[in-house]
């Protein structure tokens, strides 16, 4: 039978009277209510001023019954929804990163997939929400790794914790002021050219593909061939005309790649993604570029690249490292430890959020066959 609010709101304020302190996961189960039913009354509740709300759980508002200290409250119980675009390609070890912090303190992960779709991101937002998820991980699939104009603030709009993976926001959008993990895309464009100019390479040339890394690879590689007194280079032409097809892309890059070499205008490239690399390297082999002697490649993501059967040297961003340093920061806004986590403490009532943190994680540089040095060296 089901209870009328009035009934609903005794039965919480009994139980979180008698014990102190509830997750929500737990009273929703414990009561048998859905997750969003529940959030609506505890949110009543605590307007009034009957209970204290701190992320994830119910709270007496005595001062007497507090949550134990993140040190020592357990995970069992608590669910981390995850939003992501895919789990394949780059997002498999972002996702296994997570999955392994999460289940290593206890709770558990459940994921939902956007696909790239328009709307799908706050759509499994709110699936997970409503399935009894404490906490949100997103990757929302903003063309160009941060939302435009008006686009977002869904994600800033949660009352659950929320942690951005490898998307940013722009200064002065309200989710700007949420805590993110991301690779520094930028970095890792930048030591791949100065890899490159070590090696002696003068005028090096960038070929991305439309994805949401790309702005962050300009980026670095601008910054970088800036700050190094390198020749500039002829951009791509997919710079500015993004391409129609994975066919016009590649034709694209191969002719802008060749021009350059022919003219002496590039004697080094870097290239995203790996996968692409693997698909040039021989059609630019045909054409009579040879890889590294006329043109050192260094590829980026490194997801493929030692597979190559001339293996690419590669920018690798340590996506399994992304996806557990932002699992861990979650839980640690839940008021669960993690192992190795980053101690940003639970959101305490009446003293506002505690301070949020965006931490980027450095790629790093694996030296092969492709760019003319060896790993030795």
Same mark, same amino acid.
């Given at each position: 039978?089901?209870l009328?609010v009035?009934?609903?709101?005794?039965?919480?304020?009994?139980?979180?009277?008698?014990?102190?302190?509830?997750?929500?996961?737990?009273?929703?189960?414990?009561?048998?209510?859905s997750?969003?039913?529940?959030?609506?009354?505890?949110?009543?509740?605590?307007?009034? $001023?009957?209970?204290?709300?701190?992320?994830?759980a119910?709270?007496?508002?005595?001062?007497?019954?507090?949550?134990?200290?993140?040190?020592?409250?357990?995970?069992? $119980?608590?669910?981390?929804g995850?939003v992501?675009?895919?789990?394949?390609?780059?997002?498999?070890?972002?996702?296994?990163?997570?999955?392994?912090?999460?289940?290593?303190? $206890?709770a558990?992960?459940?994921?939902?997939?956007?696909?790239?779709?328009?709307?799908?991101?706050?759509?499994?937002?709110?699936?997970?929400?409503?399935?009894g998820?404490?906490?949100?991980?997103?990757?929302?699939?903003w063309?160009? $790794?941060?939302?435009?104009?008006?686009?977002?603030?869904?994600?800033?709009?949660?009352?659950?914790?929320?942690?951005?993976?490898?998307?940013?926001?722009?200064?002065?959008?309200?989710?700007?002021?949420?805590d993110?993990?991301?690779?520094?895309?930028?970095?890792?464009?930048?030591?791949?050219?100065?890899?490159?100019?070590?090696?002696?390479?003068?005028?090096?040339?960038?070929?991305v593909?439309?994805?949401?890394?790309?702005?962050?690879?300009?980026?670095?590689?601008r910054?970088?061939?800036?700050?190094?007194?390198?020749?500039?280079?002829?951009?791509?032409?997919?710079?500015?005309v993004?391409?129609?097809?994975?066919?016009?892309?590649?034709?694209?890059?191969?002719?802008y790649?060749?021009?350059?070499?022919?003219?002496g205008?590039?004697?080094?490239?870097?290239?995203?993604?790996?996968?692409?690399?693997?698909?040039?390297?021989?059609r630019?082999?045909?054409r009579?570029?040879?890889?590294?002697?006329?043109?050192?490649?260094?590829?980026?993501?490194?997801?493929?690249?030692?597979?190559?059967?001339?293996?690419?040297?590669?920018?690798?961003p340590?996506?399994?490292?992304?996806?557990?340093a932002?699992?861990?920061?979650?839980?640690?806004?839940?008021?669960?430890?993690?192992?190795?986590?980053?101690?940003?403490?639970?959101?305490?009532?009446?003293?506002?959020?505690?301070?949020?943190?965006?931490?980027?994680?450095?790629?790093?540089?694996?030296?092969?066959?492709?760019?003319?040095?060896?790993?030795?060296?």
């Amino acid at each position: 039978m089901r209870l009328h609010v009035d009934q609903r709101h005794e039965k919480v304020l009994e139980l979180v009277r008698e014990r102190g302190s509830l997750r929500v996961a737990e009273l929703a189960e414990e009561l048998g209510m859905s997750a969003v039913t529940l959030r609506r009354d505890v949110e009543a509740l605590a307007a009034q $001023g009957l209970v204290e709300r701190l992320h994830g759980a119910v709270v007496w508002p005595s001062g007497q019954s507090r949550p134990a200290s993140a040190a020592e409250r357990p995970a069992a $119980g608590l669910v981390v929804g995850m939003v992501v675009p895919t789990t394949d390609y780059y997002y498999a070890d972002v996702v296994r990163g997570a999955r392994e912090a999460v289940e290593g303190a $206890g709770a558990r992960l459940t994921i939902g997939l956007s696909r790239y779709l328009p709307d799908e991101d706050a759509a499994q937002a709110r699936r997970l929400l409503s399935t009894g998820a404490d906490g949100l991980l997103l990757t929302p699939s903003w063309e160009h $790794g941060c939302p435009g104009p008006g686009e977002g603030l869904w994600a800033a709009e949660q009352t659950t914790p929320v942690v951005l993976v490898e998307r940013s926001a722009p200064l002065g959008h309200p989710a700007a002021r949420l805590d993110r993990v991301r690779s520094d895309h930028a970095h890792g464009a930048a030591e791949a050219v100065a890899h490159l100019a070590g090696l002696g390479h003068r005028a090096i040339a960038l070929a991305v593909q439309d994805s949401p890394t790309a702005p962050r690879l300009r980026v670095g590689y601008r910054a970088a061939v800036e700050a190094l007194g390198l020749t500039p280079v002829t951009a791509s032409p997919l710079d500015d005309v993004p391409s129609r097809s994975e066919a016009d892309r590649f034709e694209r890059t191969l002719e802008y790649l060749c021009e350059g070499v022919a003219r002496g205008d590039v004697t080094a490239a870097i290239v995203h993604s790996d996968a692409d690399a693997i698909v040039l390297i021989p059609r630019l082999q045909a054409r009579g570029v040879r890889v590294p002697e006329d043109l050192a490649v260094i590829a980026y993501d490194d997801e493929v690249a030692g597979l190559a059967d001339l293996p690419l040297t590669a920018v690798a961003p340590d996506k399994r490292a992304v996806g557990a340093a932002a699992a861990r920061l979650l839980l640690s806004r839940l008021g669960v430890a993690a192992p190795g986590g980053v101690d940003a403490g639970p959101d305490a009532p009446g003293e506002g959020p505690a301070a949020r943190r965006h931490l980027d994680i450095l790629p790093t540089l694996r030296v092969r066959v492709s760019c003319g040095a060896s790993a030795a060296s």
